[in-house]
């Protein structure tokens, strides 16, 4: 019998690194969408919400709604799900107080550029991430779950349906305790975590997401593209 793969984002590996919770900041389409897939999977999940007395619509009745800054306190990993710019600048010079020693996940994109519009950023720009990064600079800032869409992450996605093989979400980020984490984290939630290396290179992965919309965009708009790395 062969030994578990102890690499990070397989194996008996990932599931030894799971955080003991994640808080989920902002219940937009894709907040709400990670929060339902960590409660199908089991996971201990908080919601961080602008008034956590008024119940959102999208967050599930089991999951606790607090404050953002109360719910990243309470959590090992910080998802942040907010759009990119603005509202996440704001966000991370809200939060950075409490962010400090925590591992924050950042997964937005650039909008979409139209046909007659030069791309916002050159391949070679700094990412969304490495922006927050910045901003951050106790946090451990990684990248991931952008190249996913909410839809993909629902009950009618590859993932839930427990399709094989699992689509590919890779993971960037700089120290490697954070990656495991990340990685185990994306594991549980029924996809193949695949470290990426630094945090620099969340760059190709907003590129790798804008090619992922556009094929779905000419395949019928499904939300459910994926991709899938092969490695030995």
């Known amino acids: 019998m062969s030994e578990p793969d102890s690499r990070p984002g397989r194996g008996a590996g990932a599931a030894s690194s799971l955080p003991a919770r994640t808080a989920v900041v902002g219940c937009g389409r894709m907040g709400s969408a990670l929060l339902h897939a960590a409660l199908r999977q089991g996971l201990d999940v908080l919601a961080g919400v602008r008034e956590p007395r008024r119940r959102r619509p999208g967050v599930p009745p089991e999951v606790a709604q607090l404050t953002p800054g109360q719910a990243a306190a309470a959590a090992e990993l910080v998802v942040l799900a907010v759009p990119p710019g603005e509202p996440l ?3 991370a010079e809200q939060l950075e107080p409490v962010l400090a020693g925590k591992v924050v996940l950042e997964l937005s994109n650039p ?5 007659d519009m030069p791309a916002p950023r050159g391949p070679w720009g700094p990412s969304e ?10 946090a451990r800032v990684a990248k991931a779950l952008n190249t996913v869409s909410a839809k993909a992450l629902g009950p009618l996605g590859p993932a839930a349906r427990g399709e094989w093989p699992r689509p590919s979400v890779p993971v960037a980020v700089d120290d490697p305790a954070a990656q495991r984490l990340v990685c185990a984290w994306v594991e549980a939630l029924g996809f193949e975590a695949v470290p990426a290396g630094p945090l ?3 760059r190709s992965l907003e590129h790798l997401a804008q090619l992922l919309r556009h094929i779905d965009a000419q395949s019928g708009r499904t939300g459910l593209v994926g991709c899938r790395i092969l490695r030995p």
């Open 89 to 91: 600048r704001q966000l």
């Open 111 to 115: 909008a979409m550029p139209r046909r």
């Open 129 to 138: 991430a490495e922006l927050l990064a910045r901003r951050l600079p106790r």
């Open 200 to 202: 620099t290179h969340a």
